[in-house]
C-alpha cells in the first residue's frame, strides 16, 4: 500500500478524535491495523494520537514492519500493551480509546492495569470498519483480481471433476488452484458439499464420494493481495431432479433480483427484502436462514451486513455479496452467489462465472 493512502486513512480517523473525545485510540484488529499502515504480520497493535501514529510488534517482525509500515515501528521484547501503555503515559493522553469487539479481555485487563486510575480506557467499537466499508479504486482492482482468480480456479477444479471424487479431494483441489493462480491462499474454509449435505449452509468437505443424481455445492472465496472474494454455485451431478431444477429457478430469479435493486443510498436492508419477496412468491422464503449478503475487502466478512431491517444506505465503492439461498432439510439446499460493487450508476457484477444450471 503506497504511504500517502495509509496515511490519509489514519488522518481520516485522528480527525474524529476530538468530536469523540479521544486523546489517542488503540488498534488492535490485525485487518485494521494493516489498512492503516500496511502491516501485513500477524502479531502487533497501533496506537494512534491526533499527531503520531506508532506500530508496536515483536522480533520476528522487525525487517518486515520497517519495511511495510510508513509510521514509527518499536520493536517489543515482553506485552504489546505494556509499551503502549508507556508511550501513552508520556503523552499525557487520558481519555484512550480500544476496540471493543476486537480486543481480548486479557489484553483489556492488562492495558487497564498499566494505564492505572488516571487515565481512562473507551469502548469504540467499528470507527475502523466503517472507513473500510467504501473502496477505493485500488481496493476494487484488487477485488475484481481476487475474483478473476477465485473463478478461474473454480474452472479448473470443475475440469478435473470425477464421478465418486470425495468432497475433501475437490476442496482441496480448489484450494490447490486458487494458490497456482497466485492467491495466498483460501479467504475462508472451502465448502464443498454434496447431496442432503446441500441443506446445511455452512457444510465442512467430508470424505464422503459426490455421487450421481444429485446436487454439488461449492462456496469459495480466494486471498489475493490482501482481498478476498466469495462466490458460491450449485451443479447438477446427472439429474437430481424437477424439484431442484425449479428451487434452482427461484433462487436464481430472487439473485438477479435482488442485484438489480443495488445503487448508492438503497438501504442494505431493501436488496434483502427484495431476495425475501421473489422466494415468497415461489413459497421458499422460510427456507431462505440467513441474509442476503455482507460486505468484503480484506477480510471475508466486513460492513454492511445485507440482512433484514438493516439500515445502513449503500454508498459507491462498497463491495458487496449477493447470496440467497433455501435450504430443505434431509432434501438438498441451493445457493447462489456473486461478489458485486456499487457504482455510481447502480451495481457492477465482478464475479465473471456463468449462473446457469450446469450439469456433470
Ligand atoms: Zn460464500
Ligand atoms: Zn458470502
Redesign the pocket.
Known amino acids: 500500500m503506497r504511504t500517502a493512502v495509509t496515511a490519509e486513512r489514519r488522518a481520516r480517523l485522528t480527525g474524529q478524535f476530538s468530536e469523540l473525545h479521544l486523546d489517542a485510540l488503540v488498534v488492535s484488529a490485525l485487518p485494521n491495523i494493516r489498512y492503516l499502515t500496511g502491516f501485513t504480520g500477524s502479531h502487533a497493535l497501533l496506537l494512534l494520537t491526533p499527531s503520531a501514529a506508532t506500530l508496536f510488534t515483536d522480533p520476528r517482525y522487525e525487517i518486515q514492519a520497517n519495511r511495510e509500515c510508513d509510521c514509527p515501528v518499536r520493536v517489543v521484547k515482553g506485552p504489546l500493551t505494556r509499551a503502549a501503555s508507556a508511550l501513552l503515559a508520556r503523552k499525557g493522553a487520558r481519555d484512550i480509546g480500544f476496540e471493543s469487539s476486537r480486543l481480548i479481555y486479557d489484553a483489556w485487563a492488562a492495558l487497564g492495569r498499566d494505564l492505572g486510575r488516571q487515565r481512562r480506557l473507551r469502548p469504540v467499537s467499528g470507527l475502523v470498519e466503517k472507513l473500510r466499508m467504501v473502496k477505493s479504486p485500488e481496493e476494487i482492482d484488487r477485488i475484481e483480481h481476487s475474483v478473476a482468480v477465485n473463478s478461474k480456479a473454480f474452472e479448473k477444479a470443475l475440469g478435473r471433476f470425477k464421478p465418486e471424487m470425495r468432497e475433501m479431494e475437490l476442496a482441496a483441489e480448489l484450494d490447490y488452484q486458487m494458490r497456482r493462480l497466485g492467491a495466498e491462499g483460501p479467504a475462508f474454509e472451502t465448502i464443498v458439499a454434496s447431496g442432503v449435505r446441500t441443506a446445511l449452509p455452512h457444510a465442512r468437505p467430508t470424505s464422503e464420494p459426490i455421487r450421481s443424481n444429485t446436487l454439488l455445492l461449492i462456496?469459495m472465496?480466494a486471498q489475493c493481495g490482501g482481498y478476498a472474494s466469495?462466490?458460491?454455485r450449485v451443479v447438477a451431478i446427472g439429474n437430481p431432479g424437477k424439484t431442484f431444477r425449479s428451487m434452482y429457478a427461484a433462487v436464481l430469479e430472487a439473485q438477479q433480483a435482488a442485484t438489480a435493486s443495488v445503487r448508492p443510498g438503497v438501504n442494505a436492508g431493501r436488496v434483502d427484502a427484495t431476495a425475501r419477496r421473489v422466494l415468497r412468491r415461489h413459497g421458499l422464503d422460510r427456507l431462505f436462514s440467513h441474509s442476503t449478503g455482507h460486505g468484503l475487502g480484506l477480510e471475508i466478512h466486513e460492513s454492511p451486513r445485507l440482512g433484514k431491517k438493516e439500515k445502513t444506505a449503500l454508498e459507491t465503492g462498497m463491495a458487496i455479496?449477493i447470496?440467497p439461498g433455501v435450504y430443505l432439510e434431509g432434501s438438498g439446499g441451493i445457493r447462489i452467489?456473486d461478489t458485486v460493487v456499487v457504482t455510481d450508476e447502480g451495481v457492477r457484477v465482478l464475479t465473471p462465472t456463468p449462473k446457469e444450471l450446469v450439469t456433470l
Open positions: 462456496d472465496g466469495d462466490m458460491t455479496t447470496e452467489e
